[in-house]
């Protein structure tokens, strides 16, 4: 088991679009495999300044691991959006 370092907002509750359930933050900064969901600025942003709380616990490439699977949908997105333009020119 891997130990992670307490968080003074674990407590916190907010209601998991995922899951379809309350939970905690607790959950929420180790849920994919010790890493942050990638929906924790999206879902905690209103509570407290999670941005500063992952910039300050985490390095930048689990960071980006965060964010990567929003970037790389959006670019599959718009690869797919150019091809439909290029089959109707
Ligand atoms: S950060 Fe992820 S696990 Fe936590 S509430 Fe949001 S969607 Fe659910």
Redesign the pocket.
Known sequence: VVEFPVSLHDEKE??????GHH?TFA??RV?REGAP?D??L???FEKFDVRSFLEAHYTDEELYQVVKPQASKAASLIELIEKARKNVG
């Open positions: 907010g209601y998991c679009r995922k899951l939970l959950y929420c849920c969901c929906k924790i999206d879902c905690w």
